[in-house]
């Protein structure tokens, strides 16, 4: 068991570009969630998935920002027309979803995106 | 709604000092409860949870009671160390699937 991987680390576009990340969850984890950090602040939940199922959205989230997991195991993350605000951290997690573990979710490294 | 208050930061300490870093939440529910470490240049990390009222999580010497009636889960750690120097999140899990994360604490404890 590796961890969670993330891919690329660090991304820098420019405006108006747009970008895809990838997460590569713990092998036996069925539940993978993306988040979003800021400088001076904690993770903000934006997707989560259940196998290949996209079951939850965060309301905040943009329509320019769209997930995917297709055979419910890598995901991506793509953000279309890029704005500056959306330099951040992006953080993805996995998780075996068993209620006695309190659905304890192991983090990847990040990708950091930076945009000009 | 649900949601994470931490005490703000920063907060240095010397070694051996005993540390208090206050969480309190607003929840729905019975939710399952967190703390959470990022070290310098590294990912988070689970450091201790509880799933239920009175419940204490406790791990490399940190510790953290569930208090439903006070709504809070204090992380505590009687002596750190300079290796304990890091960001400290207080989480939650409320009856949906959605993680709710407080803004962070960082701790910084000199020798």
């Known amino acids: 068991d590796t961890g969670v991987s993330q891919d690329p680390r660090h991304k820098i576009t420019k405006r108006g570009q747009n970008v895809t990340f990838r997460c590569d969850p713990i092998s036996e984890h069925n539940r993978l969630y993306w988040y979003r950090q800021t400088l001076g602040q904690g993770p903000e939940f934006l997707t989560y998935?259940?196998?290949?199922?996209?079951?939850?959205k965060s309301r905040l989230l943009s329509d320019r920002f769209s997930a995917e997991r297709p055979k419910g195991s890598f995901s991506t993350l793509e953000i279309q027309r890029t704005e500056q605000g959306d330099s951040a951290m992006y953080l993805c997690?996995?998780?075996?979803?068993?209620?006695?573990?309190?659905?304890?979710?192991?983090f990847g490294p990040g990708t950091r995106l930076t945009v000009t | 709604g649900n949601s994470v208050t931490q005490m703000e930061g920063p907060v240095t300490l010397s070694e051996e000092a005993f540390l208090t870093i206050n969480c309190t939440y607003t929840?729905?529910?019975?939710?399952?409860l967190f703390w959470y470490v990022q070290y310098p240049g590294e990912g988070l990390q689970l450091l201790l949870k509880?799933?239920?009222?009175?419940d204490k999580g406790s791990n490399k010497g940190f510790e953290a009671t569930y208090r439903k009636e006070t709504t809070s889960f204090h992380l505590e750690k009687g002596s750190v160390q300079v290796s304990d120097s890091a960001v400290y999140f207080c989480?939650?899990?409320?009856?949906?699937?959605?993680?709710?994360f407080g803004t962070g604490t960082s701790l910084t404890v000199i020798p």
């Open positions: 997690a996995s998780s075996l979803g068993d209620p006695r573990q309190g659905y304890e979710q192991y």
């Open positions: 989480a939650l899990k409320g009856p949906g699937n959605q993680f709710y």
């Open positions: 929840a729905t529910g019975y939710p399952s």
């Open positions: 509880a799933t239920k009222a009175d």
């Open positions: 998935f259940q196998n290949e199922a996209q079951l939850e």
